[in-house]
């Protein structure tokens, strides 16, 4: 099952991550795969397997549930339909590289699920000149969402609380941002809201190649 991404389609996503730093896709992912993956969440969740999230990474991961609230499980390939979607990831970074000469070279990515009540404040997923996380993606696996459930993905304007896009989490959609230009935030749901979150990381030894403002 390939990523189905047409010319114009690479086109109109390239464009808009040059332009502005971040793209809506909806129904990049088929829904069966989608199914899928929110059944692996479940049984997760039944089986006590999901992690409450913490922030900041190394020395400086802690637990604040007053900024993050949901429980993550890492993907490791160990099913059929997790192979399918990194490899779906794998060829969107190589379509990435080659137009857009990132140097990317990794793709990291966990479930996140959000039960009523759940959150994420305002946050970037990388800082500029770190040249660890360059693109972010979240992929949402949740079928027949309603607006009056909450739970959007809300993009800020880069070093401003000016909202440029509020994103639905309806299954299949994928969105993706530059992960150091484009600080976000999960609203407080009101339903279950499961998610793929997932990130592009850059080769270190050419970062300083890379122009920032990409």
């Known amino acids: 099952m390939a990523l189905d991404i047409s010319e114009s389609r690479l086109d109109e996503l390239l464009d808009a991550l040059v332009e502005q730093g971040w793209y809506e896709w909806p129904d990049a992912i088929d829904h069966d795969l989608c199914q899928t993956l929110l059944a692996e969440v479940s049984d997760y969740e039944e089986e006590g397997e999901l992690q409450r999230a913490g922030i900041g990474r190394g020395d400086d991961h802690q637990l604040n549930q007053t900024v993050r ?103 299949g959609k994928l969105a993706i941002f530059m992960s150091e230009q484009i600080p976000h935030e999960v609203l407080v749901t009101q339903q279950p809201r499961v998610s793929i979150a997932g990130w592009f990381r850059c080769n270190n030894s050419i970062a300083g190649l890379i122009d920032p403002a990409i």
């Open 69 to 171: 609230r949901d429980k993550i499980r890492w993907l490791d390939g160990s099913t059929e339909a997790q192979i399918l979607y990194l490899q779906q990831m794998a060829e969107l970074q190589y379509q990435l590289n080659r137009a857009l000469f990132l140097g990317l070279f990794e793709y990291e990515c966990h479930f996140a699920l959000y039960n009523q009540g759940d959150f994420y404040k305002k946050h970037l997923d990388s800082f500029r000149g770190r040249a660890n996380r360059m693109i972010t993606t979240v992929l949402y696996l949740n079928p027949d969402w309603q607006p009056q459930w909450g739970g959007e993905l809300v993009l800020y304007a880069e070093d401003t609380d000016r909202k440029i896009a509020l994103i639905a989490p309806e299954m």
